[in-house]
C-alpha cells in the first residue's frame, strides 16, 4: 500500500518553520544562508501574498517546497519555479518529497501553468534521479544536449 501524507499551504504564521527548513536545507549543502531570522522576516511578507507559496507535510513538519510564480509571455498562465523542495535528513525516503512534489504539480496546474521548472546542480544525481522518476526533463523533445541554467550574481 502506498503511503500518503498530507500537504498544507504555510501560512505568515509558518515563516520561522518554513525559515528553520531552508536555512538547514542550505547548511547541509554548505549553501549560503542569511540565517533563520532573516529568512522568516522575509517569509512573513511573501507568504502572506501570492506569488510565492510553501507547502509543508508531516506534523511535526518533514519537508517543504517553496514555489514561485510570474508572468510569462510564453503562455497564458504562470511561469512557476519549485525554488525548494527538502525533507528533513532521518525522515527521507518515506515519501514525503513525492507528496510535496505531487502537490506543486497540482498548485501549478491550478494556476493554470503550462509546466513545473526545477533547476538542480549537475553533480546532484540522487536529486535528478528523484524528479526524472517523478516525469520532469532536462532535455526537450527532439533536441540531443540537455538545458542548462545560469545566473549571475547582481550585488
Known amino acids: 500500500m502506498e503511503q500518503t ?69 510564453w503562455s497564458d498562465g504562470p511561469a512557476v519555479l519549485l525554488d525548494e523542495l527538502y525533507v528533513r535528513p532521518p525522515l527521507r525516503n518515506r515519501r514525503y518529497g513525492h507528496a510535496l512534489l505531487t502537490a506543486a504539480c497540482e498548485l501549478a496546474r491550478e494556476r493554470g501553468a503550462e509546466s513545473l521548472e526545477i533547476n538542480v546542480d549537475g553533480e546532484d ?3 535528478r534521479r528523484f524528479y526524472e522518476a517523478h516525469g520532469f526533463a532536462n532535455i526537450e523533445p527532439g533536441a540531443t544536449e540537455p538545458m542548462y541554467f545560469y545566473y549571475r550574481d547582481l550585488v
Do not use: I
Open 5 to 73: 501524507h498530507a500537504v498544507r499551504r504555510a501560512t505568515s504564521a509558518d515563516a520561522d518553520l518554513v525559515a528553520e527548513m531552508l536555512d538547514a536545507f542550505n547548511r547541509e549543502f554548505d549553501t549560503p544562508t542569511p540565517g533563520v531570522d532573516v529568512l522568516a522576516g522575509r517569509l512573513r511578507t511573501l507568504l502572506a501574498g501570492d506569488d510565492l507559496v510553501a507547502l509543508l507535510t508531516g506534523e511535526p513538519a518533514a519537508g517543504v517546497a517553496v514555489l514561485s510564480s510570474r508572468a510569462s509571455v
Open 125 to 127: 544525481t540522487d536529486t
